[in-house]
């Protein structure tokens, strides 16, 4: 049986990560198991390798392999435009995307009440550092559109009142979206965002 405790010991890990649970775990483990030298060998060796190298950007929060990230050291993206993200998250699908050539600043989350999260809690204070040391024209808040993100755009906003232009993500009826399937609120704001055809 002590055996099968590192392999139920490695089933267990995965069934923390999101979007695994342990039905889900057991069989990736399984199948990792089955292709050793193609995935679980190299696995192991990619996750040590992060593992002792991954670090958040000193300037913006994006995670990175150097104290200031591949983007941050762009020059080319050095355009006056800088995009505010909840979370590296929020800033890999804005990445995925491939439409935003400026560069980010990560929250590390967002003001709530409720978790006792405040200013002082996320990079708010570092944020409006930059904005005068990298002559930022214009912050993009690219917030997720919930009570908390619109809550830290506001606040956001009455901080930088006047310095730069802020703009916001459009929001409202996605492509390929059929309006029964969507919820109020996002019925709501399409109508309040509504342009001339």
Known sequence: MSANREIE?????????????PRSARRA????????ALLL???AD????VAATARECLNCGNIATADIC????DDRRATGELCVV??????WAMERAGVFKGRYHVLGGTLSALDAVGPEDLRIPRLIDRIAAEQITEVILALNATV???TTAHYIADQLDGQVRLTSL????????????????????????????
Not at 9 to 21: D, Q, T, V
Not at 29 to 36: Q, Y
């Open 9 to 21: 010991n490695l089933i267990e890990l995965m069934a923390k990560l999101p979007g695994l649970g």
């Open 29 to 36: 483990v399984l199948h990792l198991i089955r292709k050793r």
């Open 41 to 43: 060998i190299p696995l």
């Open 46 to 49: 990619a996750m040590q390798e």
């Open 70 to 73: 591949d983007i941050c050291q």
């Open 86 to 91: 909840e979370d590296v998250a929020d800033l």
């Open 148 to 150: 908390e993100g619109q």
């Open 170 to 197: 459009a929001q409202g009826v996605p492509i390929g979206g059929e309006l029964d399937y969507l919820d109020d609120g996002t019925i709501g704001a399409a109508l309040r965002a509504r342009r001339e055809i």
